[in-house]
């Protein structure tokens, strides 16, 4: 029962609790009055998550996870950008009709760019970063900064602006270095998540107790869900002094543990076989659990006379499970056993329609379940012929399995250290085996491959192309597998997977400058030539596609609606689902054009500036769709 407090709210533990829903990072410990610790907000750190320039570190003492740059960092999260994606439709595979997503490029730009088109909507997040051993991890840092100081400080920065940057064990900020890469991305990755969303995080002993800190920050330590030890290696090596590692682990956080649900692992034909229904019950299959349970209770030792009139007691050192007035309760709803003679010794049923169907799962991962490193690698190679073009792939069977504990079948799956593509090839595996629509988004930076390597010697140059490679060769596999099992046969019933209706596509994205030109010129760098080709504020590289893709993320539109293009009047019109968003981006629009668009009653429609001569054809397009389309938004680029 409650205990009532006698006073008035607390309100100042009402507003820290509220302002750590929104910001988990800023949560700390201090001390009360009394010396006993208390949770506070770090009003550093909220400040400078609410500010657009670097703010001056403070020394006072508290609980939290420091480094050298990561108010910077945190800052850096903050920053927008005025990057873009542009389409690849060539590379992609069945461009107009999947749902798939492929993006190539720095995986805390395109973070940034995913930020309204894909806000609160992904179910999962699983990535396998860098583990920082000693070796050279690589990403790309090159966002333009506010301030020169910031630049300075974090000292990441070229005469071009921007480059890639390499860690390795000779850098003397090797962990704080790493820390910052994560911490970034993670702060924005946190915000795609749905609200009952989860993220797995690959890593090893190197830095888990540091990772698992900084998501304790990102995500709030009340939103750790497990860190799961994955048995990886099948041949452990046996030539360490000490000990030989042969495990990684996984480490799962909520984006609020009170909504997460888990699926629990699919129950095996072995456990379900104990199920019978000897009586007939109407409720199904079931199975007899033990009535007595130690150590005694008093109240519950009490005579049970069976149906043949037995007289029967709890065992020495017992009592039964059931209070005498939920016994008879169980035996009004014929819940309780005796024997198909009535003269047994009582149990209870269980039926399995009853039982959880999903079996919770243990935080310890063999390899015979998931897969090993090994068997990962030897199951990549077979798919590129025999050929190790990438190290240390995770096990389908391991990606796979985060999927049947945490995804609905229509789920978006997230990868933004897309590696391979195992994630990719995950989903579109699960969604064969239980006709799920689940929707990957790949993210890879196009890290340049070894030119000794066997990969690059292939045609391979960067690691993006080996991912949507592998996607292309594991959709074609898992088609040509279902059609295998159904015989061949082009006919199926409502339990089968149709191979046709899976979708083995991706669209292919790549991070690009902004296709606007840049019109904020100092007035003494404007000349008669500079002003002749600001009359038109896109870009001459740019495609209306590219247009059409900036424009969704602008909007907040997911990248894999379903498009159509179509020509009215020889005019290119673009139709994003249906009638959510229609745009032309031809120069020197007619109003015939304009009108027919209207027809269409559009959601919103989106032109170019420079398509209409003057202020006069503008008013007369707002006018026209006040008549034709008054619900219709209006936007120009």
């Given at each position: 029962?409650?205990?009532?407090?006698?006073?008035?709210?607390d309100k100042?533990?009402?507003?820290?609790?509220?302002?750590?829903k929104?910001?988990?990072h800023?949560?700390?410990?201090t001390?009360?009055k009394?010396?006993?610790?208390?949770?506070?907000?770090?009003?550093?750190?909220?400040?400078q998550?609410?500010?657009?320039?670097?703010?001056?570190?403070?020394?006072?003492?508290?609980?939290?996870?420091?480094?050298?740059?990561?108010?910077?960092?945190?800052?850096?999260?903050?920053?927008p950008?005025?990057?873009?994606?542009r389409?690849?439709?060539?590379e992609?595979?069945?461009?107009?009709t999947?749902e798939?997503?492929?993006?190539?490029?720095?995986?805390?730009?395109?973070?940034?760019i995913?930020?309204?088109?894909?806000?609160?909507?992904?179910?999962?997040?699983?990535?396998?970063?860098?583990y920082?051993?000693?070796?050279?991890?690589?990403?790309?840092?090159k966002?333009?900064?506010?301030?020169?100081?910031?630049?300075?400080?974090?000292?990441?920065?070229?005469?071009?602006?921007?480059?890639?940057f390499?860690?390795?064990?000779?850098n003397?900020?090797?962990?704080?270095?790493?820390?910052?890469?994560m911490?970034?991305r993670?702060i924005?990755?946190r915000?795609?998540?749905?609200?009952?969303?989860?993220?797995?995080i690959?890593?090893?002993?190197?830095e888990?107790?540091?990772?698992?800190?900084?998501?304790?920050?990102v995500?709030?330590?009340?939103?750790?869900?497990?860190?799961?030890?994955?048995?990886?290696?099948?041949?452990?090596?046996?030539?360490?002094?000490?000990?030989s590692?042969?495990?990684?682990?996984?480490l799962v956080?909520?984006?609020?543990?009170?909504?997460?649900?888990?699926?629990?692992?699919p129950r095996?034909?072995?456990?379900?076989?104990?199920?019978?229904?000897?009586?007939?019950d109407?409720?199904?299959?079931?199975?007899s659990?033990?009535l007595?349970?130690?150590?005694?209770?008093?109240?519950?030792?009490?005579?049970?006379?069976?149906?043949?009139?037995r007289?029967?007691f709890p065992?020495?050192?017992?009592?039964?499970?059931?209070?005498?007035?939920?016994?008879?309760?169980?035996?009004?709803?014929n819940?309780?056993?005796?024997?198909?003679?009535?003269?047994?010794?009582?149990?209870?049923?269980?039926?399995?329609?009853?039982v959880?169907?999903g079996?919770?799962?243990?935080?310890?991962w063999?390899?015979?379940?998931?897969?090993?490193s090994?068997?990962?690698?030897?199951d990549?190679?077979k798919?590129?012929d025999?050929?190790?073009?990438?190290t240390?792939?995770?096990?389908?069977?391991?990606?796979?399995?985060?999927?049947?504990?945490?995804?609905?079948?229509d789920?978006?799956?997230?990868?933004?250290?897309?590696?391979?593509?195992?994630?990719?090839?995950?989903?579109?595996?699960?969604?064969?085996?239980?006709?799920?629509?689940?929707k990957?988004?790949?993210v890879?930076?196009?890290?340049?491959?070894?030119?000794?390597?066997?990969?690059?010697?292939?045609?391979?140059k960067?690691?993006?192309?080996i991912g949507?490679?592998?996607?292309r060769r594991?959709?074609?596999?898992?088609?040509?597998?279902?059609?295998?099992?159904?015989?061949?046969?082009?006919?199926f019933?409502?339990?089968?997977?149709?191979?046709?209706?899976?979708?083995i596509?991706?669209?292919?994205?790549?991070v690009d400058s902004t296709?606007?030109?840049?019109?904020?010129y100092?007035p003494?760098?404007?000349?008669q030539?500079?002003?002749h080709?600001?009359?038109?504020?896109?870009?001459?590289?740019?495609?209306?596609?590219?247009?059409?893709?900036?424009?969704?993320?602008n909007?907040?539109?997911?990248l894999?609606?379903?498009?159509e293009?179509?020509?009215?009047?020889n005019?290119?019109?673009?139709?994003?689902q249906?009638n959510?968003?229609?745009?032309?981006?031809?120069?020197?629009?007619?109003f015939s054009?304009?009108?027919?668009?209207?027809?269409?009653?559009?959601?919103?429609?989106?032109?170019?500036?420079?398509?209409?001569?003057?202020?006069?054809d503008?008013?007369?397009?707002e006018e026209?769709?006040k008549?034709?389309a008054p619900?219709t938004?209006?936007?120009?680029l």
């Amino acid at each position: 029962m409650d205990k009532l407090k006698m006073q008035t709210p607390d309100k100042t533990q009402e507003k820290i609790d509220l302002i750590s829903k929104l910001f988990p990072h800023v949560l700390t410990e201090t001390r009360d009055k009394n010396n006993k610790p208390v949770k506070a907000i770090d009003f550093d750190l909220l400040k400078q998550t609410l500010s657009d320039i670097p703010l001056v570190d403070d020394d006072s003492e508290r609980y939290r996870l420091d480094w050298p740059g990561k108010k910077a960092s945190l800052l850096k999260a903050n920053i927008p950008i005025t990057k873009t994606l542009r389409p690849y439709k060539e590379e992609s595979v069945n461009f107009d009709t999947t749902e798939n997503v492929y993006i190539e490029g720095d995986n805390f730009e395109v973070l940034k760019i995913l930020q309204e088109s894909y806000l609160n909507k992904v179910k999962m997040i699983y990535i396998d970063p860098p583990y920082n051993t000693g070796k050279d991890f690589i990403y790309s840092d090159k966002f333009a900064k506010s301030k020169e100081e910031y630049e300075e400080e974090i000292g990441l920065y070229d005469e071009d602006d921007g480059k890639l940057f390499r860690n390795t064990d000779s850098n003397g900020r090797f962990h704080s270095d790493w820390l910052s890469m994560m911490y970034e991305r993670l702060i924005v990755a946190r915000d795609l998540l749905t609200d009952d969303g989860v993220i797995f995080i690959s890593i090893d002993d190197n830095e888990v107790y540091n990772l698992r800190k900084i998501c304790n920050e990102v995500f709030g330590e009340e939103n750790f869900v497990a860190q799961v030890v994955w048995e990886r290696a099948y041949a452990p090596v046996n030539l360490k002094k000490h000990f030989s590692e042969s495990h990684d682990y996984l480490l799962v956080f909520a984006k609020n543990i009170d909504n997460l649900e888990c699926n629990g692992l699919p129950r095996s034909n072995e456990a379900d076989s104990r199920y019978s229904n000897p009586d007939n019950d109407s409720r199904g299959r079931w199975t007899s659990a033990d009535l007595s349970v130690g150590p005694p209770v008093q109240s519950n030792i009490y005579e049970i006379v069976t149906p043949s009139g037995r007289s029967v007691f709890p065992p020495s050192g017992y009592s039964w499970r059931l209070s005498i007035e939920r016994y008879k309760d169980f035996v009004e709803d014929n819940r309780i056993w005796f024997g198909s003679d009535g003269n047994g010794v009582p149990r209870i049923k269980r039926f399995l329609s009853e039982v959880k169907q999903g079996i919770t799962p243990m935080t310890i991962w063999k390899y015979e379940d998931v897969g090993h490193s090994q068997k990962a690698s030897q199951d990549l190679k077979k798919l590129f012929d025999n050929n190790a073009y990438f190290t240390y792939p995770k096990p389908i069977d391991l990606i796979k399995r985060t999927l049947e504990l945490y995804s609905d079948t229509d789920s978006i799956i997230l990868d933004f250290f897309s590696g391979s593509a195992t994630t990719a090839h995950a989903v579109m595996q699960l969604n064969a085996e239980d006709g799920g629509n689940r929707k990957f988004i790949m993210v890879q930076l196009p890290e340049q491959t070894a030119e000794d390597s066997e990969a690059y010697k292939a045609g391979y140059k960067t690691i993006a192309e080996i991912g949507k490679e592998r996607i292309r060769r594991a959709g074609k596999m898992i088609q040509d597998e279902l059609r295998e099992k159904n015989n061949g046969s082009f006919d199926f019933d409502e339990s089968q997977v149709n191979p046709e209706d899976l979708d083995i596509g991706f669209r292919v994205f790549k991070v690009d400058s902004t296709n606007m030109k840049d019109v904020y010129y100092h007035p003494s760098e404007t000349g008669q030539m500079t002003i002749h080709s600001l009359q038109d504020n896109i870009k001459e590289d740019r495609s209306p596609a590219d247009l059409l893709t900036q424009v969704l993320l602008n909007l907040g539109l997911e990248l894999s609606l379903p498009i159509e293009e179509r020509m009215i009047n020889n005019n290119k019109v673009y139709i994003v689902q249906s009638n959510a968003l229609v745009a032309c981006f031809d120069d020197e629009l007619d109003f015939s054009i304009i009108d027919e668009i209207a027809k269409l009653q559009p959601f919103k429609v989106v032109f170019k500036d420079s398509s209409f001569n003057d202020d006069k054809d503008r008013i007369n397009l707002e006018e026209r769709f006040k008549r034709l389309a008054p619900n219709t938004e209006i936007s120009v680029l």
